[in-house]
């Protein structure tokens, strides 16, 4: 394995153990204070005064846009969200230190703030609120020119780099480097394209490399890719969806298209694609009824809910439960819960979760009483198996890892289908082994690697004894990995161990997750 692997597996593992939210607050705030750094020396657009100033005005009108709505609506305020709008709209407006201007941005920073409970369905965002407020912002200049506009000068040489490093910093974690990379291609693509044209309608020559790296290095693409059509929140579940909105917004935005006198360039590229993924995603929206929990390991319970109505999902995917409650801590009110269940289970809809963690989320998730209703904003994930049934197949879980397996383990059972498997099962201690009936009732070979021995194994299961569970590890337990279709569900910290083994399978899908 080349050593840039190595170290974007490590680096992989690292940020998976930040929260979402604190690791897109920590990228921005390095960023501007990079950007602060470098107005000094005249680098970055605004003065350093234009850029307090301004992080001044859009930090009171969002915070108190925020606290109001949660005020209103009664539920708890997230600190992070309001840091991240504004600190995106910093990016996006142009700071200054004149009165009507800054009353633009604080005009902004309230319509963006608004727009996460106006403009949303199911507890999630239509569009991404940045965007909304900049495009509202952009519509008014038009009348009111004094107000400003969207002037994205984060497009700039000085700040490439730094965008580039802290961007792919927040992609890792969110798993969307291939997904931005295409925007990136298509946006830069288009507006070359765009420039050649422009050039030979005035007659010019163009020096096609010259221009090129200008358009990398000194539009907003970057910054918008990684800190904007990045956002979780206002993506479609499948990545052929988020690949067709990445490539819209892509084109929109390096080609802009003029409605009049506004611009349908840049944040308004980004909210026709936020639109488009909304008609991808609306479906998965619904609410569930809970029924009760039932124990499965000393640490592990399995939660069952009963679907108020049906909806699509494909074995091996997550949904996203919101459980609201006073007083969150960072890591807010929303987790994401691999389905249990087979599709054909439905409406009956089953989770699990390890206990043990004293987060305000779990603590509330233990409180809820049968008969209460959760919303489930959605369902996302292309964690599924290959198409073709024939395709032989690896699964290795650890931990709770093993929960998007059972669900299509109990698909597999349930539709009749025959695939060739083989089960790698990563477990604390032998009573820490969880779903072992469906893992049973499947029939497949199971390898099992805990400290301690289990009493008692079903047909077909081994104890890796004595052999430790690293790359070298598994090619010694599964000695035809490499004909294989290879898929791991565990903490980052693992799937980087067995990349070096998991690499020479004939295709990789990976299902990390933080350990909450």
């Given at each position: 394995?080349?050593?840039?692997?190595?170290?974007?597996?490590?680096?992989?593992?690292?940020?998976?153990?930040?929260?979402?939210?604190?690791?897109?607050?920590?990228?921005?705030?390095?960023?501007?204070?990079?950007?602060?750094?470098?107005?000094?020396?005249?680098?970055?657009?605004?003065?350093?005064?234009?850029?307090?100033?301004?992080?001044?005005?859009?930090?009171?009108?969002?915070?108190?846009?925020?606290?109001?709505?949660?005020?209103?609506?009664?539920?708890?305020?997230?600190?992070?969200?309001?840091?991240?709008?504004?600190?995106?709209?910093?990016?996006?407006?142009?700071?200054?230190?004149?009165?009507?201007?800054?009353?633009?941005?604080?005009?902004?920073?309230?319509?963006?703030?608004?727009?996460?409970?106006?403009?949303?369905?199911?507890?999630?965002?239509?569009?991404?609120?940045a965007a909304v407020g900049a495009?509202?912002?952009?519509?008014?200049?038009?009348?009111?020119?004094?107000?400003?506009?969207?002037?994205?000068?984060?497009?700039?040489?000085?700040?490439?780099?730094?965008?580039?490093?802290?961007?792919?910093?927040?992609?890792?974690?969110?798993?969307?480097?291939?997904?931005?990379?295409?925007?990136?291609?298509?946006?830069?693509?288009?507006?070359?394209?765009?420039?050649?044209?422009?050039?030979?309608?005035?007659?010019?020559?163009?020096?096609?490399?010259?221009?090129?790296?200008?358009?990398?290095?000194?539009?907003?693409?970057?910054?918008?890719?990684?800190?904007?059509?990045?956002?979780?929140?206002t993506l479609p579940p499948r990545?052929?969806?988020?690949?067709?909105?990445?490539?819209?917004?892509?084109?929109?935005?390096?080609?802009?298209?003029?409605?009049?006198?506004?611009?349908?360039?840049?944040?308004?590229?980004?909210?026709?694609?936020?639109?488009?993924?909304?008609?991808?995603?609306?479906?998965?929206?619904?609410?569930?009824?809970?029924?009760?929990?039932?124990?499965?390991?000393?640490?592990?319970?399995?939660?069952?809910?009963?679907?108020?109505?049906?909806?699509?999902?494909?074995?091996?995917?997550?949904?996203?439960?919101?459980?609201?409650?006073?007083?969150?801590?960072?890591?807010?009110?929303?987790?994401?819960?691999?389905?249990?269940s087979a599709p054909e289970e439905?409406?009956?809809?089953?989770?699990?979760?390890?206990?043990?963690?004293?987060?305000?989320?779990?603590?509330?998730?233990?409180?809820?009483?049968?008969?209460?209703?959760?919303?489930?904003?959605?369902?996302?994930?292309?964690?599924?198996?290959?198409?073709?049934?024939?395709?032989?197949?690896?699964?290795?879980?650890?931990?709770?890892?093993?929960?998007?397996?059972?669900?299509?383990?109990?698909?597999?059972?349930?539709?009749?289908?025959?695939?060739?498997?083989?089960?790698?099962?990563?477990?604390?201690?032998?009573?820490?082994?969880?779903?072992?009936?469906?893992?049973?009732?499947?029939?497949?070979?199971?390898?099992?690697?805990?400290?301690?021995?289990?009493?008692?194994?079903?047909?077909?299961?081994?104890?890796?004894?004595?052999?430790?569970?690293?790359?070298?590890?598994?090619?010694?337990?599964?000695?035809?990995?490499?004909?294989?279709?290879?898929?791991?569900?565990?903490?980052?910290?693992?799937?980087?161990?067995?990349?070096?083994?998991?690499?020479?399978?004939?295709?990789?899908?990976?299902?990390?997750?933080?350990?909450?």
């Amino acid at each position: 394995m080349s050593s840039l692997t190595v170290v974007w597996n490590r680096v992989f593992a690292v940020v998976g153990r930040v929260s979402m939210y604190r690791l897109v607050v920590l990228a921005l705030a390095a960023l501007a204070a990079i950007a602060f750094a470098l107005s000094f020396f005249g680098l970055a657009g605004p003065t350093p005064g234009e850029l307090l100033a301004a992080l001044a005005v859009l930090a009171a009108a969002c915070a108190a846009t925020d606290a109001v709505a949660h005020r209103i609506l009664g539920t708890p305020w997230r600190w992070e969200s309001s840091v991240i709008t504004t600190l995106i709209l910093l990016f996006v407006l142009r700071p200054t230190l004149d009165p009507l201007g800054l009353v633009g941005l604080a005009v902004a920073g309230v319509v963006a703030s608004a727009s996460k409970y106006l403009l949303a369905w199911q507890g999630r965002h239509i569009f991404n609120p940045a965007a909304v407020g900049a495009a509202v912002l952009t519509v008014l200049s038009v009348w009111l020119p004094d107000l400003g506009s969207s002037s994205w000068w984060v497009g700039t040489p000085s700040l490439a780099a730094p965008v580039i490093i802290l961007g792919l910093v927040v992609l890792v974690r969110t798993e969307k480097v291939r997904v931005v990379a295409v925007f990136v291609l298509i946006a830069c693509a288009v507006a070359f394209v765009r420039t050649s044209v422009q050039y030979q309608q005035v007659g010019l020559e163009l020096d096609g490399a010259t221009v090129l790296w200008q358009i990398l290095w000194s539009s907003p693409f970057l910054f918008l890719g990684a800190f904007m059509l990045s956002e979780p929140l206002t993506l479609p579940p499948r990545r052929w969806q988020q690949f067709t909105v990445a490539a819209l917004v892509g084109v929109l935005a390096g080609w802009p298209i003029d409605v009049g006198e506004v611009s349908l360039g840049q944040e308004r590229a980004l909210l026709i694609g936020n639109l488009l993924a909304f008609a991808f995603a609306v479906r998965a929206a619904v609410r569930l009824t809970y029924l009760g929990r039932i124990p499965l390991t000393p640490t592990v319970r399995e939660l069952a809910f009963r679907a108020e109505r049906r909806f699509r999902f494909v074995a091996g995917q997550y949904l996203e439960l919101e459980v609201p409650h006073p007083h969150p801590d960072a890591r807010g009110t929303r987790r994401e819960f691999s389905i249990v269940s087979a599709p054909e289970e439905l409406p009956e809809v089953r989770i699990a979760l390890r206990e043990g963690s004293q987060s305000s989320y779990k603590k509330a998730l233990a409180a809820v009483e049968p008969g209460q209703t959760l919303a489930v904003t959605g369902v996302w994930g292309d964690f599924v198996l290959p198409t073709r049934p024939m395709a032989p197949v690896l699964m290795v879980a650890a931990g709770i890892g093993v929960t998007p397996f059972v669900s299509q383990l109990r698909h597999q059972r349930l539709s009749g289908e025959d695939r060739d498997i083989v089960f790698v099962y990563v477990a604390s201690d032998a009573e820490e082994l969880a779903f072992r009936q469906d893992l049973e009732d499947a029939g497949i070979p199971v390898i099992v690697f805990t400290r301690n021995e289990p009493a008692t194994l079903p047909p077909h299961w081994r104890w890796a004894k004595g052999v430790r569970l690293d790359a070298d590890g598994l090619l010694q337990v599964v000695l035809d990995i490499g004909a294989r279709h290879a898929f791991i569900s565990g903490p980052p910290g693992l799937i980087a161990d067995l990349a070096p083994a998991l690499e020479r399978a004939r295709s990789l899908t990976t299902d990390a997750f933080s350990g909450y």
